[in-house]
């Protein structure tokens, strides 16, 4: 069933929570992380999305310990790896979101070949934020407006939309958060201006595809306005 969200964008959090409810450390929450991912990935077209943007790793997670956030690099080249020929096979393209530049080189040798891979096909469009902020992404943006030497008095919402990371991208139409948390914690923050946003009670982990259809059936029972009368 299509729910008329295009475009979700799905903030993974709680993976730590889940762990430790199980007595377990945070990698094993990141890992069983990984697998509500791929068995989102695998919902969402069914669902009629088109678009699938996910907070994997925030600009502020590098204060995390170091031995966490190298396991998170681990797991991102380990799903690029598993994942890209099934992917492919499935006509995904994969699309990386924020400052790859400070990744390690593993990381970002793997993000190139799963975008390359992909880069010509038509079905799920599916963005992973790496080392993404919703701030360093504006100040990014202006850095390309200036560095192109854009006339200011021209320039318009629609110019400054094409020099973000999600330039070609419809804006989200559903923002999900997992785990109860109620702040979009500097994700998207130019694209979900006028996007619902749905806050799920479960942690990361716990999410399937009946978890992202309730969110959808919730979405579906909203009235979009736009600042204009309904």
Not at 71 to 83: G, K, N, P, Q, T
């Amino acid at each position: 069933m299509n729910y008329g969200a295009r475009h979700v964008a799905i903030i993974m959090d709680g993976n730590g929570r889940w762990a430790a409810a199980r007595g377990e450390p945070r990698v094993v929450g990141h890992r069983a992380g990984l697998e509500a991912l791929r068995r989102i990935v695998r919902a969402a077209p069914s669902l009629g999305i088109e678009y699938l943007s996910v907070y994997a790793f925030s600009t502020e997670n590098w204060k995390r310990p170091a031995e966490e956030v190298d396991a998170l690099m681990d797991l991102l080249v380990e799903y690029l790896r598993s994942e890209v020929d099934e992917l492919d096979q499935e006509h995904v393209r994969m699309l990386f979101l924020g400052d790859s530049s400070a990744l390690p080189e593993r990381c970002q040798r793997e993000m190139e070949i799963a975008a390359a891979r992909t880069a010509d096909n038509d079905g799920l469009k599916l963005a992973i934020a790496m080392n993404y902020g919703g701030r360093d992404e504006i100040v990014r943006a202006v850095r390309r407006v200036l560095e192109a030497g854009l006339d200011p008095e021209a320039l318009d919402e629609d110019q400054f939309g094409g020099h973000l990371d999600t330039a070609g991208m419809p804006d989200p139409d559903l923002v999900i958060r997992a785990s109860g948390e109620m702040r979009l914690s500097n994700f998207l923050l130019w694209q979900t201006a006028y996007a619902e946003i749905y806050v799920a009670p479960q942690y990361w982990p716990d999410f399937d595809h009946d978890v992202l259809q309730e969110a959808l059936e919730a979405f579906l029972r909203r009235e979009r306005r736009y600042g204009g009368l309904s």
